[in-house]
Each structure stands twice: as structure tokens, then as C-alpha cells.
Nanobody, 124 residues
Framework: HVQLVESGGGSVQAGGSLRLSCVAS????????IGWFRQAPGKEREGVAASYDGRTWYADSVKGRFSISRDNAKNTLYLQMDSLEPDDTAMYYCATDDGGLWDPPGLKAEQYGYWGQGTLVTVS
């Protein structure tokens, strides 16, 4: 199994950037596919980015502004967020799985079995 710990959230003005990190520990098999999700107050959890086998997918709302990546040597997943907007304000979660329930674009929460605790992003 795998444990995930996010960091990098904070408060930023509209137009600014943040990079979220997610350190994975445990069995790397369970990080074959990775995703980033967000949940704003009063809203459902939304998938924003996913990656599997070197390919990436993005929600339309963040396409061209967010970028998902991973550094296997550091066991770390990243979400680079540029041109942030107030609507991007949410708790952000990283998620991983071995891929057994996964198919593109990988933006559904039920496709992931492992979740971090979340990091808060506030855009004003």
C-alpha cells in the first residue's frame, strides 16, 4: 500500500502560481496512475489532472494552466498551477492507484484507492 502527504498550498492573488507536492511512501506499484482532485466548499470533489504511463489528462477548467508531473527518484508527484483564478480556491488532494480501476481520463474519484490529506489553496 502507499501513504500520500501533500504540501505547497497557500494563499495567492489571482494570476499567481503555486506548485503542489505529494510525497508517496510505501509500495510504488500503487502509484502507477496518479491524479489531483479538488473540493471547494459546498461542491463535489472534482478531478483536475491525471497521469498514467507518461500520458496526461486535464479537466477543461484547468487545461493550459495546470500541469501534472512526477519525479520517481524523489517519490513525489506535482501539480503546477499557473494563472490561478478565484474559482480555483479549494482543498486539493493527490490520489494514486495501481491502475486496476483506471481508464482515461482518470478524473473520477472512484478510480483511486489512495488519497492524501489535502492542502488548501486560496486565490483572491
Amino acid at each position: 500500500h502507499v501513504q500520500l502527504v501533500e504540501s505547497g498550498g497557500g494563499s495567492v492573488q489571482a494570476g499567481g502560481s503555486l506548485r503542489l507536492s505529494c510525497v508517496a511512501s510505501g509500495n510504488a506499484y500503487y502509484t502507477n496512475c496518479i491524479g489531483w482532485f479538488r473540493q471547494a466548499p459546498g461542491k463535489e470533489r472534482e478531478g483536475v489532472a491525471a497521469s498514467y504511463d507518461g500520458r496526461t489528462w486535464y479537466a477543461d477548467s484547468v487545461k493550459g494552466r495546470f500541469s501534472i508531473s512526477r519525479d520517481n527518484a524523489k517519490n513525489t508527484l506535482y501539480l503546477q498551477m499557473d494563472s490561478l483564478e478565484p474559482d480555483d480556491t479549494a482543498m486539493y488532494y493527490c490520489a494514486t492507484d495501481d491502475g486496476g480501476l483506471w481508464d482515461p481520463p482518470g478524473l473520477k474519484a472512484e478510480q483511486y484507492g489512495y488519497w492524501g490529506q489535502g492542502t488548501l489553496v486560496t486565490v483572491s
